[in-house]
Nanobody
């Protein structure tokens, strides 16, 4: 089993930055795909960014490309989402996730989920 715990959410003004962290425990997840999803009120949970467990190649949703950066530190069993140039439409609950697959962006293929952390961007 893998447990994921997010931190780093909060309130920020438009144009600002935040870094989310996701600490994993329970087993080594170095070869797992890891990802961030988000869910705004009244909307479905959507893909934000993922990191290939084998190649460490990142993949981003178009809406966040060039503003967000996903990274991981296997020694700390932690992965991150650095968010810059934040916009009000980035407001959502952000969830980290891990998959036993080496890479996927499909929500249904993620096996482990964090509890979510709120990000609010004011205009």
């Amino acid at each position: 089993q893998v447990q994921l715990l997010e931190s780093g959410g909060g309130l920020v003004q438009a144009g600002g930055s935040l870094r989310l962290s996701c600490a994993a425990s329970g087993r080594t997840f170095s070869r797992f795909a890891v990802a961030w999803f988000r869910q705004a009120p009244g909307k479905e949970r959507e893909f934000v960014a993922a990191l290939d467990g084998t190649t460490t190649k990142p993949y981003y949703a178009y809406a966040v490309k060039d503003r967000f950066t996903i990274s991981r530190d296997n020694a700390k069993n932690t992965f991150y989402l650095q968010m810059s140039s934040l916009k009000p439409e980035d407001t959502a609950t952000y969830y980290c996730a891990a998959s036993i697959l080496s890479f996927t962006i499909e929500r249904q293929q993620y096996d482990y989920w964090g509890q979510g952390t709120q990000v609010t961007v004011s205009s």
